[in-house]
């Protein structure tokens, strides 16, 4: 069964960081692109960023302030947040590319 659990999520002042984590199982973790997204209240999931072998790609919201890493030792992929604005609370989750069953996700709050 596969399954994603992400954490480091937290209240953080506006230009603040953090880093955020996914720990995936029941995939062969190193041979799928891995993706973070982010859903804000009233709003559509949205894609923030992915990591594949041949790189990594941003949305343009994000793009020179978060850095998608990531450890297949550890079958666990990042997100370095930084500079982060209050538009960018939500809850992230991560999921392999195709996508499988969602995680619950953890909570980003960038407020004053």
């Known amino acids: 069964q596969v399954q994603f659990v992400e954490s480091g999520g937290g209240l953080v002042q506006p230009g603040g960081s953090l880093r955020l984590s996914c720990a995936a199982s029941g995939i062969r973790f190193s041979i799928y692109a891995m993706g973070w997204y982010r859903q804000a209240p009233g709003k559509q999931r949205e894609w923030v960023a992915t990591?594949?072998?041949?790189?990594?790609n941003y949305a343009d919201s994000v793009k020179g302030r978060f850095t998608i890493s990531r450890d297949n030792a550890k079958n666990t992929v990042y997100l370095q947040m930084n500079s982060l604005k209050p538009e960018d609370t939500a809850v992230y989750y991560c999921?392999?590319?195709?996508?499988?069953?969602w995680g619950q996700g953890t909570q980003v709050t960038v407020s004053s």
């Open positions: 990591i594949m072998s041949s790189g990594t």
């Open positions: 999921n392999r590319l195709p996508s499988s069953d």
